[in-house]
């Protein structure tokens, strides 16, 4: 079993355009993202896939490994199914470059699961939801799971009709930690875009149209990504209340 880890990253998005190279406490979002994978100690290697110049050359000015791609992929997912084809690995586990205070501890988390599943097709991280707002924020992805953990349907908009409280019971946001074997990227490779997934703009929903499982992998904490201008205030202030954080960002930078 060889486990890698891939960050999809692209210049352009729709809600903050060239988000992955603002920088947070001195260091571009992508190199927060990619230092945090390293330090985890948790996988063989660690690469950026990217069809970007400018997100390649901050990663080989940091010393990472880049694996170049074509320009136009519709997700992350896409991106790193062609990255896959030139390196060897029986599984991946892609981590979002829009998460720059994802865990060290949830990346092993993450690894563990797939030791112990390694015929899982997906494991995607979840995490609790205590808020009523997310569960309606279109800017989230969530998630509905059944009592075996087996993610059922993905959505924006909670579809629920039970109180607030009783969907805190089964619905996750998902995050974007996602692991994959080998043979099921491939297949995602050459495959054409569900009418659902499409239209909802959640890559996951490929395989759950397609009767592919995911499961979930519960991570304690639920952090805030970076999808807009205001969550770089939001990230921020994490940062400044959490010793933890504070801490990482002190390893990563010696890193240099």
Same mark, same amino acid.
């Given at each position: ?103 060290? &501890? #949830?990346?092993?988390?993450?690894? /563990? !699961? =797939?030791?112990?599943? $390694? ?8 995490? *609790? ?100 201008? &205001? #969550?770089?205030?939001?990230?921020? /202030? !994490? =940062?400044?209340?959490? $010793? ?8 990563? *930078?010696?890193?240099?």
């Amino acid at each position: 079993m060889r486990i890698v880890a891939i960050i999809p990253a692209r210049l352009a998005s729709s809600r903050l355009n060239r988000k992955l190279l603002i920088k947070i406490n001195g260091l571009e979002i992508i190199e927060h993202v990619r230092r945090r994978a390293i330090i985890s100690n948790a996988f063989e290697a660690v690469h950026v896939a990217t069809g970007d110049e400018e997100i390649a050359d901050v990663i080989k000015d940091n010393k990472g490994s880049v694996i170049r791609t074509k320009k136009s992929h519709e997700n992350g997912t896409s991106r790193v199914a062609e990255a896959i084809k030139s390196i060897d690995a029986t599984h991946v586990v892609l981590i979002q470059g829009d998460e720059p205070l994802i865990l060290p &501890n #949830d990346l092993k988390k993450m690894v /563990k !699961y =797939i030791k112990r599943f $390694p015929g899982y097709d997906t494991l995607n991280a979840i995490a *609790k939801i205590d808020k009523e707002s997310i569960l309606d924020d279109n800017s989230e992805v969530k998630c509905a799971i059944n009592e075996k953990g087996r993610v059922i349907y993905c959505f924006r908009r909670s579809p629920s009709h039970c109180h607030m409280n009783e969907q805190f019971k089964y619905i996750r946001k998902m995050l974007g930690l996602i692991s994959y074997k080998r043979e099921t990227l491939n297949l995602i490779e050459n495959a054409k875009e569900s009418t659902i997934q499409k239209l909802e703009s959640i890559e996951q929903l490929w395989l759950i149209s397609n009767n592919y499982d995911i499961y979930g992998v519960d991570i304690e904490s639920c952090l805030p990504s970076v999808n807009t201008s &205001n #969550d770089i205030a939001r990230v921020l /202030k !994490y =940062i400044d209340d959490n $010793p933890e954080q504070q801490k990482i960002i002190k390893e990563i *930078k010696n890193l240099d």
